[in-house]
């Protein structure tokens, strides 16, 4: 189990400075690899972007793909096939993106809202079938795509683990797996833990977000019971922090957690050592 912290688009930087200032920040403060929030990969300076993450001494570990929902409407589940193919072309950009960097393309919010298709039923069958084109793409190169299950009050399809589980393992893609985010777990499930047994062979990613979505700590997620959970489970992929609501510098928000991250594992670690001796 590796962490990595999550970054916007070096593009919304004022300058790229600032971006990989924030980079040396992150690997400072001990972190892996970084996650980056994209919204269209036509739009990314990779070579910049390499240069950047090689003087850094940083990894890539995922692409986020879901910003332009928000600002363009491109979703998975509404009856406009202009916006479901304008939406799918993107996703394929993001697989061919993912293999150049071997990185995690993360899939959640561009299912859309129940207001783009109030039947459900629709949505997600139109959503199964977009995405079974896309995982099929990603499978020949060698991508995964980490299907997350994103809150009610967020994503309008496929909110819990056992929705995500049950598309994921319907498709039966290699290149379509899942993930778990803490913040939508602390919502949308009512056991923090449990699931994550079930899911184990099909997880590949995991994002750590507190329940306030501030720095790890702020809330009341117990974050040393679910590290010591995801290693007893043999989970090897990154875990990504994502800190969104907080008036903190980025720089301070990456020390808090990785000292959160740090005291954790030692916790989870005693915990299961003790466990062993019984």
């Given at each position: 189990?590796?962490?990595?912290?999550?970054?916007?688009?070096?593009?919304?930087?004022?300058?790229?400075?600032?971006?990989?200032?924030?980079?040396?920040?992150?690997?400072?403060?001990?972190?892996?690899?970084?996650?980056?929030?994209?919204?269209?990969?036509?739009?990314?300076?990779?070579?910049?972007?390499?240069?950047?993450?090689?003087?850094?001494?940083?990894?890539?570990?995922?692409?986020?793909?879901?910003?332009?929902?928000?600002?363009?409407?491109?979703?998975?589940?509404?009856?406009?096939?202009?916006?479901?193919?304008?939406?799918?072309?993107?996703?394929?950009?993001?697989?061919?993106?993912?293999?150049?960097?071997?990185?995690?393309?993360?899939?959640?919010?561009?299912?859309?809202?129940?207001?783009?298709?109030?039947?459900?039923?629709?949505?997600?069958?139109?959503?199964?079938?977009?995405?079974?084109?896309?995982?099929?793409?990603?499978?020949?190169?060698?991508?995964?795509?980490?299907?997350?299950?994103?809150?009610?009050?967020?994503?309008?399809f496929h909110n819990t683990?056992?929705?995500?589980?049950?598309?994921?393992r319907g498709l039966d893609?290699?290149?379509?797996?899942?993930?778990?985010?803490?913040?939508?777990?602390?919502?949308?499930?009512?056991?923090?833990?449990?699931?994550?047994?079930?899911i184990a062979d099909i997880?590949?990613?995991?994002?750590?977000?507190?329940?306030?979505?501030?720095?790890?700590?702020?809330?009341?997620?117990?974050?040393?019971?679910?590290?010591?959970?995801?290693?007893?489970?043999?989970?090897?992929?990154?875990?990504?922090?994502?800190?969104?609501?907080?008036?903190?510098?980025?720089?301070?928000?990456?020390?808090?957690?990785?000292?959160?991250?740090?005291?954790?594992?030692?916790?989870?670690?005693?915990?299961?050592?003790?466990?062993?001796?019984?």
């Open positions: 189990m590796r962490f990595s912290y999550v970054l916007p688009d070096p593009g919304s930087y004022r300058r790229w400075d600032d971006f990989e200032s924030d980079l040396a920040c992150l690997k400072r403060a001990g972190y892996d690899a970084v996650e980056l929030q994209i919204a269209d990969p036509a739009q990314l300076d990779e070579a910049r972007l390499r240069r950047s993450l090689d003087a850094a001494g940083c990894l890539m570990c995922a692409f986020q793909t879901g910003g332009t929902y928000a600002t363009r409407g491109n979703c998975l589940s509404t009856a406009d096939e202009t916006i479901r193919a304008r939406t799918v072309e993107l996703l394929k950009r993001f697989v061919d993106l993912a293999a150049r960097w071997q990185a995690v393309m993360v899939f959640g919010s561009l299912q859309g809202r129940l207001k783009d298709e109030p039947d459900a039923k629709a949505g997600e069958r139109r959503i199964a079938e977009a995405l079974a084109e896309i995982g099929r793409q990603a499978t020949q190169e060698g991508v995964t795509i980490a299907v997350e299950p994103v809150n009610h009050s967020e994503v309008g683990i056992a929705a995500v589980s049950q598309l994921v893609l290699p290149g379509v797996r899942m993930m778990v985010d803490t913040y939508h777990m602390n919502i949308e499930e009512r056991d923090m833990l449990a699931p994550l047994a079930g997880l590949a990613h995991v994002h750590l977000c507190e329940t306030n979505r501030g720095v790890l700590g702020a809330g009341h997620w117990n974050t040393a019971a679910f590290l010591a959970e995801l290693r007893r489970l043999g989970f090897g992929g990154f875990c990504s922090i994502g800190v969104y609501n907080t008036a903190l510098g980025a720089g301070e928000c990456m020390t808090r957690c990785m000292a959160a991250l740090r005291s954790a594992h030692l916790t989870g670690e005693n915990r299961f050592r003790m466990k062993r001796s019984f």
